[in-house]
């Protein structure tokens, strides 16, 4: 079955800076790779996804980039805001279905 | 519009003792699913629904979890009897029937177990 993993699983940056959250995913059939944005005691969020036909997708100060050979997808956060602090999740599909696979998470902190 | 709704959203219940929680999820929506958080952890896949039938609940712990979702929208997650372990936010989460894509989540319920 598609197996998750995420890096770094905390993260701290200076207001300003830029950050980046590494997924990788073992299922090479899975297609579609979606970011998950969870604030403290609220439900998990989507934030941005990618679909494997594309290497790279933005939106404003997100973007994620996709590398379907390597098996990895990317979660970039730039000019990073104290409202960014969350926990991120990246997830994967088990293959072509709709159960999906969560990563264990990183805790973002902006530090002012 | 609503989105996905849960209650309760908090529960403390001794061990031994049943516990249920609720979901309607948005309107249309076919597929529906049941996500265990832990503390610190990403969710975990419970059961997921297409309209009223589980396609897949190989991660629900049959011999105390049971879930139903009768006529195919609001659903409800039971455990009897709880265990300590069993503390975690319970998360249903609903979309599209066939789409691979977002996930819309609900509040959850946090439950604790003494």
């Known amino acids: 079955g598609e197996n998750v993993e995420q890096h770094p699983s905390t993260l701290s940056v200076q207001e300003g800076d830029s950050a980046v959250i590494k997924c990788t995913y073992s299922?090479?059939?899975?297609?579609?790779f979606p970011w998950y944005k969870q604030e403290l005691g609220k439900r998990p969020q989507l934030i941005i996804d990618?679909?494997?036909?594309?290497g790279e997708k933005k939106d404003q100060r997100i973007a994620v980039t996709l590398n379907k050979t390597a098996k990895h997808f990317s979660l970039h956060i730039t000019e990073t805001q104290p409202e960014d602090s969350a926990v991120y999740f990246c997830?994967?599909?088990?293959?072509?279905?709709?159960?999906?696979?969560f990563g264990p998470g990183t805790r973002l902190s902006v530090l002012p | 519009e609503a989105g996905v709704v849960q209650s309760p959203r908090y529960k403390i219940i001794e061990k031994k003792q049943p516990v249920a929680f609720w979901c309607n999820p948005i309107?249309?929506?076919?597929?529906l699913y049941w996500y265990r958080q832990n503390l610190g952890q990403g969710p975990e896949l419970l059961i997921r629904?297409?309209?009223?039938?589980?396609?897949?609940d190989s991660q629900l712990p049959k011999d105390r979890f049971s879930a139903e979702r009768l006529k195919g929208v609001d659903s409800t997650l039971k455990i009897q009897p709880a265990e300590l372990g069993d503390s975690a936010v319970y998360l249903c989460?609903?979309?599209?029937?066939?789409?691979?894509?977002?996930?819309?989540f609900g509040e959850g319920s946090r439950l604790t177990v003494l």
């Open positions: 989460a609903s979309s599209f029937r066939g789409y691979t894509g977002e996930l819309f």
């Open positions: 299922d090479s059939a899975s297609n579609y």
């Open positions: 990618i679909r494997s036909n594309v």
């Open positions: 997830a994967a599909p088990k293959g072509y279905g709709q159960n999906f696979v």
């Open positions: 309107s249309g929506h076919n597929t």
């Open positions: 629904y297409e309209n009223e039938e589980a396609v897949d």
